[in-house]
């Protein structure tokens, strides 16, 4: 076993504070992993305070790491040390359902992730990537593209592919008209993803001043949503609406921009459940669905797209002291649009 140095959080109330946590040592199918960068997600900040109601204290939340392999088990055979990899929501499953056979990884009803899961191998909960290494299953590790920025594409492997998997699934592409709802750490990817698929891609945000950068990721229109006249002269006119958004809105105002057969999915996750009309779904045969993240091939299919195509996250760098600080900011959508932590800075302490 060896102790490395972590952030985490000890209670819902407590700040995240230096500490030293436990990784197990690789063992065959392993891959031992130097961290490099961390993204932030909105999810760590629930995880820390508890919001979900499944934490389990110490806490350290990230699941967007890219790292540098330092060692591998004997029975590794798609990674060597000095590869650049990276992991996301998950670090395990159990291989052996339907989902898993299918490759949906994400829909495994025994999935281990990143952070909050049990750590079969050490019986204690899995810890996350505030921290300065992991040790992963090789089918979990991702290989990242050389070509990109590596910090840029941390993010990727959390909000990259929560947005590419559901515009893949409903087959989003030239000739159709794609909504992205929000413009925050998964709309902007959202926006970026619709754009290189060929849609014509229109961005909805109740804020006048994201206008003029929803356009410049890529947005062919930009709506705002509080504006009913602007609203109204998109009905009945969206193949598919991608819903980005976690804070409490009217669902139903969305689903009267859909087209027959349209469907609009959700992948903010609102605190509080959102009232559902039947009318605006039955009268059209429009559909209303929801999607996790991504399994282990398409994640990787994402990440390779990604680097045909020179597409990352737009972030801003913090240091791992800077983590409570990026919390608040982040409540306030004070981030275009994701913070990364230059895990550097941890080492350094």
Known sequence: MNQVKAYSAASATALLASTK????????????????????????????RNEWNFTQYPAVPGHEIVGRVT??????KKFKVGDTVGVGCLVDSCRTCPDCRSGLEQFCLDMTMTYGSLDKHLNAPTHGGYSQSIVVREDFVLRMPANLNLAAAAPLLCAGITTYSPLRHWKVGP???????????????????????????????TSPGKVADGKRLGAHEVVISTDAAQMAAHANSFDFILDAVSATHDLNAYFNLLKRDGNLTLVGAPEKPLPVAAFPLIFRRRSFSGSLIGGLPETQEMLDFCGQHNLTCDIEMIRMDEINTAYERMLKSDVKYRFVIDMASLKAE
């Open 21 to 48: 946590i436990n990784r197990r040592q690789p063992i065959a199918s392993d891959v031992q992993i130097e961290i490099l960068y961390c993204g932030v997600c909105h999810s760590d900040l629930h995880y820390a």
């Open 71 to 76: 060692a591998v088990g004997g029975g590794v």
């Open 175 to 205: 000739g159709q008209k794609v909504g992205i709802v929000g413009l925050g750490g998964l709309g902007h990817m959202g926006v970026k993803f619709a754009k290189a698929f060929g849609a014509h891609v229109v961005l909805f945000t």
